[in-house]
């Protein structure tokens, strides 16, 4: 038995010698198994392997996802050549004309008064009855004069006004400072790397707007 013993570990310890020195690769067992360097010696060029930070590859997985670039703003007179101009420059259906809606605008208005002496009183006054009130400066059709309150619709404005009345102020009215208005972007949504250098270089000669990043809003 115990010879049996001896000539098993001898030929355990020739095995591993043999396995050890690639002896037994035509085989297919191999010392080195599947760990570096070996596998990448093995590669087709495994000098072009490069191991980016996290930080290079995030910006190079941002780089490469589709980006979103829009031209403007511009007015309703402006929007038709600017599309015209797109036409010819980028591809059909690459880009859309994205439309928002300005509000107007709209104060309860007194004045105009003849001198400060009058304009002066007249603060005084509105002093007394504790409302509210800013001068109105910046128009020179209606300065001096004051300013009870500014609203983004005429609605807003006549409930001011009513209520103003109800407190014994009767020399007030109404007064439209800007209509509402609307303005369009030139959106390209889904621009890949080539479109995107398109863009960057391409500018809408007619009106001098090129294509920036879009500025996002909340639910936009």
Same mark, same amino acid.
Request: charged share 25%.
């Given at each position: 038995?115990?010879?049996?013993?001896?000539?098993?570990?001898? @030929?355990?310890?020739?095995?591993?010698?043999?396995?050890?020195?690639?002896?037994?690769?035509?085989?297919?067992?191999?010392?080195?198994?599947?760990?570096?360097?070996?596998?990448?010696?093995?590669?087709? $060029?495994?000098?072009?392997?490069?191991?980016?930070?996290?930080?290079?590859?995030? $910006?190079?997985?941002?780089?490469?996802?589709?980006?979103?670039?829009?031209?403007?703003?511009?007015?309703?007179?402006?929007?038709?050549?600017?599309?015209?101009?797109?036409? *010819?420059?980028?591809?059909?259906?690459?880009?859309?004309?994205?439309?928002?809606?300005?509000?107007?605008?709209?104060?309860?208005?007194?004045?105009?008064?003849?001198?400060?002496?009058?304009?002066?009183?007249?603060?005084?006054? @509105?002093?007394?009855?504790?409302?509210?009130?800013?001068?109105? $400066?910046?128009?020179?059709?209606?300065?001096?004069?004051?300013? @009870?309150?500014?609203?983004?619709?005429?609605?807003?404005?006549?409930?001011?006004?009513?209520?103003?009345?109800?407190?014994?102020?009767?020399?007030?009215?109404?007064?439209? *400072?800007?209509?509402?208005?609307?303005?369009?972007? *030139?959106?390209?949504?889904?621009?890949?790397?080539?479109?995107?250098?398109?863009?960057?270089?391409?500018?809408?000669?007619?009106?001098?707007?090129?294509?920036?990043?879009?500025?996002?809003?909340?639910?936009?």
């Amino acid at each position: 038995m115990l010879r049996v013993l001896i000539a098993l570990l001898l @030929l355990a310890n020739l095995g591993y010698f043999a396995w050890a020195q690639g002896w037994l690769e035509p085989i297919g067992l191999r010392a080195g198994g599947d760990r570096e360097p070996e596998r990448l010696q093995r590669q087709v $060029r495994p000098e072009a392997v490069r191991v980016l930070p996290p930080a290079a590859a995030s $910006r190079a997985a941002a780089a490469a996802a589709p980006a979103c670039f829009e031209a403007g703003p511009f007015t309703d007179a402006e929007l038709g050549a600017a599309q015209a101009a797109l036409q *010819l420059a980028l591809p059909a259906g690459s880009w859309a004309a994205v439309r928002t809606e300005l509000p107007g605008s709209w104060i309860v208005y007194m004045g105009r008064y003849a001198s400060r002496e009058a304009l002066t009183k007249k603060e005084d006054e @509105l002093r007394r009855r504790q409302l509210p009130f800013d001068e109105v $400066r910046d128009n020179a059709a209606l300065a001096p004069g004051l300013s @009870l309150g500014r609203f983004d619709t005429p609605g807003a404005a006549n409930q001011a006004l009513e209520r103003l009345a109800q407190v014994g102020v009767h020399t007030a009215r109404i007064v439209e *400072l800007a209509p509402p208005t609307g303005r369009s972007r *030139l959106r390209v949504d889904q621009a890949d790397a080539a479109l995107a250098a398109r863009l960057m270089a391409l500018r809408v000669d007619a009106l001098g707007k090129g294509f920036v990043a879009c500025e996002r809003t909340p639910g936009g």
